[in-house]
């Protein structure tokens, strides 16, 4: 049975780094690729970047491309966000998916985990 267990989120201020980790158990990320995404309060869910089982490939929003970067190693997965601004206030969760270049398709999700809240605020 999958889980995926986030952390690393909390508080933290405009222009400041923070680095979110993904534990999957139950299966390993060889088979899926992985990617997080995040919902702002009243916006809709969104994805944010996604890594192959390779790990040799990764794909970024706009929005944080140059910002954030997904790493992976073996049953973990990483989001390194650095230069956070206020707009990236949201409530950040990682998930296996089915193919990377459909990862923003919230129907390609195969499995979410439950969150970890990243407030960006002075």
């Known amino acids: 049975q999958w889980a995926l267990v986030e952390s690393g989120g909390g508080l933290v201020r405009p222009g400041e780094s923070l680095r979110l980790s993904c534990a999957a158990s139950?299966?390993?990320?060889?088979?899926?690729?992985s990617a997080w995404f995040r919902q702002a309060p009243g916006k809709e869910r969104e994805g944010v970047s996604c890594?192959?089982?390779?790990?040799?490939t990764t794909f970024d929003s706009d929005s944080v491309k140059g910002r954030f970067t997904i790493s992976r190693d073996k049953n973990m997965v990483y989001l390194q966000m650095d230069s956070l601004r206020p707009e990236d206030t949201a409530i950040y969760y990682c998930?296996?998916?089915?193919?990377?270049?459909?990862?923003?398709?919230?129907?390609?999700?195969?499995?979410w985990g439950q969150g970890t809240q990243v407030p960006v605020s002075a």
């Open positions: 139950g299966v390993s990320w060889d088979y899926y690729p």
């Open positions: 998930a296996a998916v089915s193919d990377c270049f459909f990862y923003r398709n919230l129907e390609e999700v195969k499995h």
């Open positions: 890594i192959s089982t390779s790990g040799k």
